[in-house]
């Protein structure tokens, strides 16, 4: 990561959450990217960017606000082969990162190629509001419910039926809402049993 700014921490955040190794080359950190480092999440490396910062990386993220230097680290990550995400101009990149929403296994990504960020962030707020936190336990238990179908169930249409159902019964998601998440599981797998076949 060449940047220290709020648009690095937001790239580094990305990043952790996606299990890398992260190093933050910038003479000053914004508060965000100061806390993943002095908690030792992120490494830290105080220094204006140079061409061997990008020894032994895969992947690089240009997020300075100065486009010279993001220019120079898209130079140098193409020579090298490096795959890059450029956050001031996306089309210099390898790589485009969505503004995203996690609810668990449920992950929801938009983008609009770097053609606004804005509109991005304006979609992923409205998703976020109409799947809101719930959906993970929700997500989490059709995960089960389809664990115990594929176990229990030994006819294919059957199988699809039952998933089906499942995914399409919005009374699971109103018990979850509800704070009621064990009794959607037993409506959940109460569908499924061997004499389900």
């Known amino acids: 990561m060449v940047g220290g700014g709020s648009v690095a921490a937001r790239r580094a955040e990305w990043l952790l959450d996606g299990g890398a190794a992260v190093t933050v080359v910038a003479p000053v950190l914004c508060d965000a990217l100061q806390q993943l480092a002095e908690s030792g999440r992120i490494d830290h490396i105080a220094a204006a960017y140079d061409y061997s910062h990008l020894d032994n990386v895969r992947f ?6 100065n486009a010279e230097v993001n220019v120079a680290v898209a130079r140098d990550a193409a020579e090298r ?6 956050a001031d101009e ?13 609810r668990g296994d449920l992950i929801l990504a938009v983008t ?10 304006r979609i992923r707020d409205e998703l976020a509001a109409a799947y809101g936190p719930e959906w993970e336990p929700y997500v989490a238990l059709l995960r089960e419910a389809r664990d115990n179908v594929l176990a ?7 199988r699809r039926a039952i998933l089906n159902t499942l995914a399409g019964d919005d009374s699971l998601l109103d018990l979850i809402r509800e704070g009621r998440v064990d009794e959607a599981r037993a409506r959940a797998l109460s569908c499924i049993s061997p004499s389900s076949d």
């Open 152 to 158: 229990a169930v030994g006819d294919a249409a059957r």
């Open 90 to 102: 996306p089309s210099r990149g390898d790589v485009i990162v969505p503004s995203v929403i996690r």
């Open 81 to 86: 082969s490096i795959l890059l995400n450029d």
């Open 60 to 65: 690089v993220v240009a997020a300075t606000d």
């Open 112 to 121: 609009t190629l770097g053609g606004s960020p804005s509109v991005a962030k």
